[in-house]
């Protein structure tokens, strides 16, 4: 076991350098050069080529990478093109605010769909498996944007349980911050609950298909130690799934982070192509793709202490 | 006799509740077994020998329904409280499964697996539990008995698997030992070798087996009975000898002639015409009858009830009388 996470960790390393590869080449694949775009276009060539060296856009392709590169791993992305402010305190802010959301709607979806997705596994075709079925399929299938709008409709305009917006003021007491985000978390649980209570449900059906189950009972264990053994079985496709989810959600949400005001990396990550603002872009993407590649890696560790056939 | 019978089972019945209709995959099995005793049930792929077993352990998926009686030390497993089953079943009533590999937990290890089933059991501690687990795989013959509890089904050989699925099975002390084809999913010199440590384990224990095989060869060798099955009924029971020696229904004759034990050596091994029914379409008479060399009116429209030809020994067949006759 030792061995595989040592090789896991090690096999990490040369993904990263190509994750950090593709982000600084896709960027410079980009049409339009960005220094070209932000000039008036009555600017002298002296003053664009200064504007150049300034962000370093003079130099060769190699030479801006690895001083892009060395510079990012010390946590310094340069400063933003459009507001010469450093890319990293707004891409903080911004991973911050949705790392919020994101760990609370994790763990709302994910506990929400694991219940579920048991619930409806051990009551094969009765119910109780169509009544959780109904809501995890829901969960996949309504567009976030209009859940999220019905919600605040509900709740903020046709009634004023919750703010509709924003995320409340620093001064504020940290009950009334608790409010904003209730519901960009519960718009944002919806489509983990629902495709993790699917999965759920389909490994937990495929495990009590098997003969295991059977003979766990013959030999006197009862309903809960044998959904023990069935959880642990069905864990480490679970995981994949949620470890993903989880990606995804840190990546933000563009339209519930525009519906709830929410300035999160979704948000930065739309303003900072609109603006072709290179650092912000190349800085969010390699942050995030960085927190995928770590993630993936958690999960793999976790699936195989779980399942020894995995160590390989 | 009925109340020294280590298991009576009166009437086993089990239905599967299916859209097309029910179908019953195992049909009225009566049998009682002594302690100690060794009883095959043997039968062609399908005739019911696995639900036979799950039956009497109340293990049928729940759009199966179980009716009869299975008592074990006189008291009836299938009406049993949740509780008390739990404990019947692994306690004194316990099975070895066909596949190993199916039948064990692939993501815990043999140890643990073991040691869960002495701890719900016995209350004692999970420490000394693995050290039961331990002396079991000792017990069962398997090489370095300590390393391999550590491993995992999948790390083990199919034979060593099936070894781990005995002393599992035998961790708690059965008085009763359902072993569903053992020896199926191993290859021969292993097969014998796990025939060898099972009869061993069940004169040592004085364990009574009911042993499911669709071999002539092994039901003779390890058992002191035999139930032939045929489309979920038990057409015949009776003592290995008896069986060997004079088979009374048509099927059973034709069994023994389709394998080299059977047919007298030098003769021609002959095979059943025919193929078994679907249980789901029963010709309305004696399920063998379409097979039958001897079927007349009567075979093809009424189903022939058990004869009782003495203690443990019926049949079902119209003829038996007959063959009996020809048999002296
Ligand atoms: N869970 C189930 N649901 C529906 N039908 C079943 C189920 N289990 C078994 N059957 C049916 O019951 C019949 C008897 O099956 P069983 O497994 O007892 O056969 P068997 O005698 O053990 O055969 P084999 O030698 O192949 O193991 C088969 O027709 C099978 O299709
Ligand atoms: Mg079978």
Redesign the interface.
């Known amino acids: 076991m030792l061995v595989f996470v040592i090789r896991r960790l090690l096999q990490a390393i040369p993904i990263l350098i190509g994750v950090s590869l593709v982000v600084f080449g896709l960027v410079h694949l980009v049409p339009g050069n960005p220094i070209d775009m932000l000039m008036p276009p009555e600017a002298s060539p002296e003053v664009i080529a200064q504007m150049k060296a300034a962000f370093g856009f003079d130099k060769p392709l190699y030479m801006q990478y690895l001083l892009w590169l060395s510079r990012a791993i010390s946590g310094d992305f340069g400063l933003s093109i459009f507001n010469s402010t450093p890319v990293a305190g707004q891409l903080m802010d911004a991973l911050t605010n949705t790392l919020k959301l994101a760990i609370l709607a994790a763990i709302l979806g994910f506990s929400a769909g694991i219940a579920l997705g048991l619930i409806a596994g051990f009551n094969h075709n009765r119910w109780p498996d169509k009544i959780a079925s109904v809501i995890t399929t829901a969960g996949v299938s309504m567009p976030h944007y209009w859940c999220a709008i019905v919600m605040v409709l509900a709740c903020a305009v046709l009634n004023d349980w919750l703010p509709a917006q924003g995320m409340g003021d620093d001064q504020d007491p940290f009950l009334d911050r608790l409010q904003y985000l209730v519901m960009p978390v519960v718009t944002l649980s919806f489509i983990p609950m629902g495709v993790v209570g699917r999965l759920v449900r389909a490994t937990v059906l495929e495990i009590l298909g098997?003969?295991?189950p059977?003979?766990?009972?013959?030999?006197?264990?009862?309903r809960w130690?044998i959904l023990r053994?069935v959880c642990?079985?069905a864990a480490p496709p679970v995981l994949a799934l949620m470890g993903l989810q989880f990606g995804y959600l840190l990546g933000g949400s563009i339209l519930v982070e525009t519906v709830f005001n929410w300035p999160g990396s979704g948000n930065l990550l739309n303003i900072a192509i609109f603006r072709r603002d290179i650092p912000v872009l190349q800085a969010t993407i390699l942050v995030l793709a960085s927190f995928f590649v770590v993630l993936n890696l958690m999960v793999d560790i976790l699936q195989a202490a779980?399942?020894?056939?995995l160590r390989r | 006799m009925a109340t020294e019978a280590a298991v009576d089972v009166r009437n086993l019945t089990a239905m599967f509740r299916r859209r097309e209709g029910d179908m019953a995959a195992v049909n009225g099995a009566t049998f009682s077994l002594a302690r100690g005793e060794v009883m095959t049930i043997l039968g062609e792929s399908g005739s019911g020998k696995s639900v036979t077993l799950?039956a009497m352990?109340g293990?049928l998926p729940d759009y199966a329904s179980i009716t009869g009686e299975v008592r074990v030390a006189g008291r009836d497993i299938l009406k049993l409280p949740?509780?008390a089953l739990?404990?019947?079943?692994?306690?004194e009533l316990?099975?070895i499964?066909q596949?190993p590999m199916?039948?064990?937990?692939?993501?815990?290890t043999i140890g643990e697996q073991i040691a869960?089933?002495i701890v719900?059991?016995e209350g004692i501690t999970y420490a000394s539990a693995m050290q039961r687990a331990l002396a079991l795989l000792e017990r069962v013959a398997i090489p370095s008995a300590a390393r391999r509890l550590k491993n995992?089904p999948?790390?083990m050989s199919g034979g060593m698997r099936q070894r781990a699925m005995i002393a599992?099975?035998l961790?708690?002390n059965p008085t009763v030992l359902l072993a569903d084809e053992p020896t199926t999913a191993l290859d021969v010199t292993v097969q014998i070798q796990i025939l060898l440590l099972l009869r061993e384990l069940q004169q040592e224990l004085g364990m009574s087996v009911i042993f499911v095989t669709h071999d002539v060869g092994v039901a003779a060798e390890i058992s002191d009975r035999i139930a032939v099955m045929y489309a979920g009924r038990f057409v015949e029971t009776g003592t290995v000898r008896e069986i060997m020696r004079h088979p009374k229904h048509p099927y059973s004759k034709g069994l023994l002639n389709s394998t080299v034990l059977g047919g007298l050596r030098g003769r021609r091994l002959e095979t059943i015409p025919g193929s078994p029914p679907s249980l789901s379409a029963l010709p309305r008479g004696c399920a063998f009858s379409p097979r039958c060399a001897q079927a007349d009116v009567r075979c093809l429209t009424t189903q022939p009830d058990e004869t009782v030809l003495g203690p443990g020994t019926i049949v079902r067949c119209f003829h038996a009388n007959t063959a009996m006759a020809e048999a002296i």
């Open positions: 098997r003969e295991f059977g003979a766990l009972a013959a030999k006197g264990l009862t130690p053994h642990k079985n779980i399942d020894p056939r | 799950k352990m293990l949740p509780a739990a404990k019947a079943r692994g306690g316990s099975m499964f596949e199916a039948a064990l937990d692939p993501v815990y869960e089933t719900k059991h995992y999948h790390e599992l099975a961790a708690c």
